[in-house]
């Protein structure tokens, strides 16, 4: 199904959302064949259900779509998803539905068409619907396909999305939007200062590299960059197999700022976007990095390598002293980086930490707005110490156990330079279906992001 709403028409079938404390008055104004109809479904207006009413002539006259309680709302989001993907074929309108809601519940409606069909044909949503009145159908359909691409670029096994595959797809995409895309590869890591981009990349049949794709002339300066482990199998320090299945999505930083940049461009945001991944496989051979490896990074910091499978942090580093570099308004950094952080908060909320109350408060005001549910995390002080192994000036994997999340973003904020500067340690991965969101990638943040960027940038 294309990711864009239908043209109105005289054709679209009205869909009526109800609540659970409104089916009974609305039934009490309904001809007797309705009210006959509605009672012997026992439709009850459930959260997701629906049910077709035939007209006189026998053809579907219009749909309920039910909608629950106020607190079962409150427990999820894109409700109407799921009735999307009960209808047949056609074009539907909404009816009832509180213009609060309007926009996440028609984003959910366009997403709930997504599957991955790349190897095997899915069955998606067919029903297409008229944006309703004051939705901004064109950013939402921007917003549906930036999240699209991220899914694809998630789901797609590390055979068919290594390094060469990744850079391939920023190539694709920044000719969409006439933007610009450099790649330092190989040797020339080296050659240019990118020595932990390199370290980690080395022992992968694909050579590691730094992708760059800027785009914008005009407008405050905004840096993504995005984790592009494409498959880790922890190197040297090798994890086990069922640690390993889902390392497909190890690169589920890269693809997620290249679904909020697709976004981004194709809004047309007054900024400088530049947007950095490093795309490495952590393997293993013969010339892989070693635990106890002394490492140093771009900025001349010494890393004690103490964990090979504490790789996404190493070549983060690099790419973020670069980004500092150019002294951006605003940096932003997004990795699958630690289990920690599962932990911590499961695998729908996206934890980021910050040190600037001004974009903890855009974030936290536009995630509830856009439905991207979003939990700060402290960049604490005191546990700098347990990144400082005594050797080198930073150890990569502390010993213990506690604060994973906390010290890994820690480690980060050494290279942030001083700009201003988030970091989100996300999932990108769904691993139960639900409305408009399937198993499988995801994407994390990035509209929350995309809502906050006009307060925090001052666009």
């Known amino acids: 199904m294309p990711l864009n709403f239908a043209p109105d028409s005289a054709e679209a079938l009205p869909v009526h959302v109800i609540g659970k404390d409104a089916i009974d008055d609305w039934l009490e ?3 007797g064949r309705v009210f006959a109809w509605v009672e012997a479904a026992g439709f009850k207006a459930d959260l997701g259900a629906s049910l077709l009413i035939p007209g006189d002539d026998g053809r579907i006259e219009r749909v309920l779509a039910g909608y629950g309680s106020a607190d079962e709302r409150a427990r999820g989001r894109f409700h109407l998803a799921a009735v999307a993907a009960a209808l047949p074929e056609g074009v539907y309108r909404l009816e009832g539905l509180d213009s609060g809601r309007a926009n996440e519940e028609s984003l959910g409606w366009l997403l709930a068409g997504y599957g991955f069909d790349r190897y095997r044909e899915q069955k ?38 290594g390094p060469d595959q990744l850079e391939a797809a920023c190539v694709e995409l920044a000719a969409q939007f006439a933007a610009a895309v450099t790649v330092i590869k190989g040797a020339m890591l080296l050659e240019q200062n990118f ?64 679904g909020l940049a697709q976004m981004i461009m194709s809004l047309g945001l007054k900024l400088r976007l530049r947007v950095l991944i490093p795309a490495v496989e952590n393997s293993v051979s013969g010339n892989a990095m070693r635990p106890g490896d002394i490492l140093t990074a771009r900025n001349g910091l010494t890393v004690e390598n103490n964990n ?48 600037d109350d001004a974009v903890v408060a855009a974030l936290e005001k536009a995630a509830k707005a856009v439905a991207d549910p979003v939990w700060r995390m402290p960049f604490h002080d005191p546990y700098e110490s347990m990144i400082e192994p005594g050797i080198a000036d930073l150890d990569n994997a502390p010993k213990g156990g506690f604060a994973g999340s906390v010290t890994a973003a820690l480690f980060l904020r050494r290279f942030a330079g001083g700009a201003r500067y988030a970091h989100f340690d996300i999932y990108g991965w769904n691993p139960t279906a639900a409305p408009a969101r399937p198993k499988g990638g995801v994407g994390m943040g990035a509209r929350a992001v995309l809502a906050a960027l006009p307060e925090v940038l001052g666009l």
């Open 124 to 161: 998606k949503a067919s029903a297409r619907l008229v944006a309703p009145e004051g939705v901004d159908a064109a950013r939402l359909e921007a917003i549906a396909k930036g999240e699209v691409l991220t899914r694809d670029l998630i789901n797609t096994p590390a055979s068919d999305m």
């Open 29 to 31: 104004g309904q001809p």
């Open 308 to 355: 090979t499978d504490a790789e996404g942090r190493l070549v983060l580093a690099d790419a973020l002293a670069y980004g500092a570099e150019g002294a951006p308004d605003l940096m932003l950094s997004m990795a699958t980086l630690t289990g920690a952080a599962r932990v911590a908060v499961g695998p729908d909320l996206s934890p980021y930490y910050t040190d």
């Open 195 to 258: 020595p932990m981009i390199h370290a980690v990349g080395r022992a992968s049949a694909q050579e590691p590299r730094l992708i760059e794709m800027t785009w914008g002339d005009a407008g405050p300066a905004l840096t993504l960059v995005g984790k592009g482990v494409c498959f880790d199998t922890g190197g040297l320090n090798l994890k086990p197999g069922a640690s390993m299945g889902l390392m497909k999505k190890d690169m589920g930083g890269a693809a997620t700022v290249l």
